[in-house]
């Protein structure tokens, strides 16, 4: 680069300043655009979560109703067994 003059030196050094600042473009871009989908990925994450909390909460109310069933069931096996000794036998064989 010595044997350069200052206008060649000059231009050389200009061409890095654009060539930067170009980079600095793209990198921006770049940056707003990882922001654009952190923020869509973060949207999702918490309708994925709400959506979790509201599958819990019915898995808990269908327990609850299954075992309301099982027990209403199982009181009506009772019943049966009393009215008909037959079918008591059947069911604990």
Do not use: C, W
Not at 15 to 34: G, P
Not at 58 to 84: C, G
């Amino acid at each position: 680069m010595s044997n350069l003059s200052g206008m060649e030196k000059f231009s050389h050094l200009e061409d890095k300043i654009y060539l930067t600042i170009e980079f600095a473009k793209k990198m921006r871009e770049e940056k707003e655009k990882l922001e654009r989908e952190t923020n869509s990925l973060r949207h999702e994450v918490n309708s994925l979560l709400d959506e979790k909390v509201r599958l819990e909460e019915k898995i808990e109310r269908l327990m609850s109703e299954r075992d309301a069933i099982q027990l209403k069931i199982e009181a009506m096996l009772d019943a049966i067994t009393v009215i008909e000794p037959e079918v008591a036998e059947v069911l604990h064989r």
